[in-house]
Each structure stands twice: as structure tokens, then as C-alpha cells.
């Protein structure tokens, strides 16, 4: 496929890409540009932010951090390690909270790997056929040089599920061999379970499944990650759009600091060549999703330079984002704010996301902060 070079990514791309489809940032008052967008004038929401967990001397790493609502319950896992970032004995736990503010003391779904070398990276819950599963990925960490590296080849995902009566979590087996998800299933048109994977290649395709049992899927390619190719693949991200189709959302590792996009019109059986977008990015995990109102937001590190502040943007058709604000995390000296996944429950967003990679926050947003925001009632302050 032909890309655009790196030399054009400043560029506004005001032009439909080969799949036909508008821009995907189309901000009010800077436009199709994001060179313009001064990130220290977006506007801010408001919202309560907590702690969820703290990494210690022994335990130092949090990062990779999901949300479920489940039992009446906020459930939030991450994976915890010993150092910076995924290395071995490197496991999963989580902390529920009744009211998304005050979380317990936090327990573990696996304890560290029995195989030397090997770690486990928290990779979502999934509520299905009312019962929780977590979801985590369980690799070599060292590569022949001793080096952390991504991913093993003996990468695995593997499920757990919750056990309300004795409180504990069975392992249920292998979800699919040679694969590590971005966030856990949704729901196609069709019923069918989807999630895009990752093999230890990086190579991108969509498993669907999951219907007869959590540990039946097949896999569609979405896209090869070659070394001749500019663009690299990494953490896709994926919703379905009003009309049906589905869109995916591709971080991309080779400099571009743009997300790319694919579009698939048959439940993710196939994907359109993957396009380089004008919605900027910091190289960073993002996540997406669309309210219970309509609107879709997708939160991730937007601006290029670096990894804060963490944004909010919103659309009203899944695929040009018209407005975009920074979320109130509070600030003593300028962090670095990444991986966020969300959730919509009681009228409100529930953000988690990790604070240096050594602690878990989340932050709550009420909807109607977000109509503020997509109707541009919020006013901006200046620094």
C-alpha cells in the first residue's frame, strides 16, 4: 500500500482517504489542523479523580488497567509488576469499589507465572452470559539478548473467571494460541463476540467468536506488520459505527505520530488498507466507545509531544471528532498519563488510566459534561 511519508504528517488532511471517508479531526476552531490545537487552552471537564492503587518498593510497576461494572460492583484490574515495564513475575490483580471512589485493597487473579522468564499482562474483563472473566496474556519477557521485548512466542491468552462464592478465579484455558487483545470482546450486529488481536509478530487481525464458548474463536487479518513497511501496527482499537460498519483505530509506531484507520462493512470479516489519519497521537494506547446519548468519545494522549494531557473528544458519527478537552487530573509537576480504558455506568464515564506506570487512578465525568463539551459550553481558562 501506498503511505504518505513521515515529511507530510504536519500537513492538515482535509481530503477523504481511500476509504472515502472524512477526516477524522475536524475540531472547532482550528479545523482539519492539528498543528494548531494548543493543548494548554483545551478546554478542561469536570470531575472527581481517586486512587486506586500505588506501586511500592516491591512492586512498582501499574499499567494496562481495565473497568467493568459487575455485581453492583466497579471492578478495576491492571497488571503489577516489579519493575518498569513487564517483566517476569510481573501478574495481574484488582480492587473493586461500591461507588468508583473508595477501592479495596487489592488481590490478585493469577499469582506470578510458574515458568521461569514468563509474565502475564492484564488484558480486560468481560462480563458474558452473566459471569466475569478476565482476560490476560502470558509470554516470555526476554528476548535472546535478555531484553524486554514484544511478544513472546510462546504468547498465549488465557481466561479466568470469578467465582462469587468462594471469591476466587478459575482458570478457564486458552482463549486463542499466539494472541494478546487490546480490550476485551464486544458485540457485533450479527451477536457474535469480536476483539482485535495481536500476534507475537504484531500483526494485526480480528478474532471473532465467542458464542458457543469463550474459547472458540476464529481470526481474520486486519493487517501484516512488514519490516519494509513504514507504518507499525500496535494496540488497534475498534467500534461499530450508526450505519453498521465497523471502524478500526491503529496506533502506529513508526513516527508518524498519527492514528491510522480500517474499515470493514462485514463485521470485521474484512478491513480496508489501513490509512494515516490527521488525528495526532503521542504513540500511545487510546480507547473509544459510544454513550448511551449517541455520542462517541475516544480518550488518549493527543498531543504529540507527550503523554499529557490525557483528552477527551467527542463525535457524533464515530468518525470526525468535532471537539476535544483534557480531563482534570490533578498536577504537581507535569506526569506522564497513559493507557486509558472507560466505562459508562449511572449516568456517567468511569476513566481509569496509570499515573507514571507506577499507579491506577480513575476520574468520573457525568454525561452532561460531556454534551457541554460537545456543544462547546465549556469555558476554556488560560494557563
Known amino acids: 500500500m501506498a503511505l504518505l511519508p513521515w515529511v507530510m ?8 482517504g481511500p476509504s472515502g471517508l472524512p477526516p477524522m479531526l475536524d475540531l472547532a476552531g482550528t479545523g482539519t489542523d492539528p498543528a ?7 478546554p478542561e471537564l469536570s470531575g472527581t479523580c481517586t486512587l486506586v492503587t500505588q506501586g511500592d518498593a516491591t512492586w512498582q510497576f501499574r499499567l494496562h488497567n481495565y473497568l467493568a461494572f459487575f455485581d453492583g460492583k466497579y471492578w478495576c484490574m491492571w497488571s503489577h509488576g516489579p519493575r518498569i515495564e513487564d517483566h517476569p513475575t510481573q501478574h495481574v490483580r484488582y480492587a473493586t469499589s461500591t461507588d468508583g471512589v473508595k477501592w479495596s485493597e487489592p488481590q490478585e487473579i493469577m499469582p506470578s507465572s510458574s515458568k521461569e522468564g514468563f509474565r502475564y499482562i492484564a488484558r480486560g474483563f468481560w462480563v458474558r452470559d452473566g459471569k466475569l ?3 490476560a496474556s502470558h509470554d516470555e519477557a526476554y528476548n535472546e ?4 521485548h514484544f511478544f513472546g512466542k510462546s504468547l498465549q491468552l488465557l481466561a479466568f473467571e470469578w467465582l462469587p462464592d468462594s471469591g476466587t478465579w478459575r482458570p478457564l484455558g486458552v482463549v486463542f494460541d499466539d494472541a494478546i487483545n487490546n480490550f476485551p470482546p464486544q458485540k457485533l450486529a450479527t451477536g457474535e463476540w469480536a476483539m482485535m488481536r495481536r500476534d507475537h509478530l504484531n500483526n494485526v487481525s480480528m478474532l471473532i467468536g465467542g458464542v458457543e464458548s469463550p474459547l472458540k474463536w476464529e481470526s481474520r487479518p486486519v493487517f501484516d506488520r512488514t519490516p519494509s513497511n513504514a507504518f507499525k501496527p500496535d494496540e488497534p482499537e475498534w467500534w461499530q459505527l450508526p450505519d453498521g460498519r465497523s471502524l478500526g483505530i491503529i496506533r502506529d509506531n513508526g513516527g508518524s505520530k498519527r492514528l491510522f484507520r480500517s474499515l470493514s462493512s462485514d463485521n470485521g470479516r474484512t478491513w480496508s488498507t489501513p490509512e494515516l489519519t490527521n488525528f495526532p497521537d503521542a504513540t500511545s494506547k487510546f480507547f473509544g ?5 449517541g455520542s462517541y468519545v475516544l480518550v488518549s494522549n493527543a498531543n504529540p ?8 473528544s467527542v463525535s457524533r458519527d464515530g468518525i470526525t471528532f468535532t471537539r476535544m478537552g483534557r480531563l482534570p487530573v490533578p498536577v504537581a509537576e507535569v506526569p506522564s498519563l497513559q493507557y486509558p480504558h472507560v466505562i459508562e455506568h449511572d ?3 468511569l476513566i481509569a488510566y ?4 507506577r499507579g491506577i487512578e480513575v476520574v468520573a465525568i457525568q454525561l452532561d459534561e460531556i454534551d457541554r463539551l460537545e456543544r462547546g459550553e465549556i469555558v476554556v481558562l488560560a494557563p
Open 145 to 148: 539478548k535478555g531484553k524486554v
Open 133 to 135: 472473566l478476565a482476560l
Open 305 to 312: 509531544a507527550k503523554r499529557y494531557p490525557l483528552c477527551l
Open 9 to 16: 504528517a504536519g500537513a492538515a488532511m482535509a481530503e477523504p
Open 354 to 357: 496509570s499515573r507514571d506506570k
Open 347 to 349: 449516568g456517567s464515564l
Open 36 to 42: 494548531k490545537i494548543d493543548y494548554t487552552l483545551l
Open 289 to 293: 466507545l459510544r454513550t448511551s446519548r
